[in-house]
């Protein structure tokens, strides 16, 4: 089982940039955990020339007070150097097993 440490974003509250525009605001925090699945997946689209990766890797990050009190806005993980989506988060008390899937393209810090 490898080792993980790496970033995690948390969506925020929207904040108006400008009188009726939102942005969705983003904060980012340290995580330890393990990488329990690495896999990956090529996903065809009629509409482009190159498929999209996805990986459905599972990591499991130790729960600190931030975590816990805000696992339901994690947004994304940054592992390999890049960003992927989480497309699900369990709970595993003292733990949570966060599922990844495709390349985040949404905001950061």
């Known amino acids: 089982m ?3 440490y790496g970033k995690i974003g948390y969506k925020t ?3 108006e940039t400008k009188p009726g ?3 969705e605001g983003v904060v980012e925090h340290d ?3 393990d990488l329990l699945t690495n896999t990956r997946a090529l996903q065809a689209r009629e509409d482009s020339v190159n498929d999209n990766i996805t990986v459905n890797n ?3 990050i ?3 007070a931030y975590a816990r009190e805000h696992f339901f806005a994690i947004r994304y993980i940054k592992w390999a150097g890049v960003l992927w989506k989480v497309s699900n988060v369990e709970v595993q008390s003292p733990r949570l097993l966060l599922t990844l899937g495709g ?3 949404g905001p950061t810090p």
């Open 103 to 105: 390349v985040y393209n």
């Open 2 to 4: 490898a080792k993980f």
């Open 21 to 23: 525009v939102w942005e």
């Open 31 to 33: 995580a330890y955990g």
């Open 62 to 64: 130790v729960m600190d």
């Open 13 to 15: 509250e929207s904040v």
């Open 58 to 60: 599972s990591i499991s």
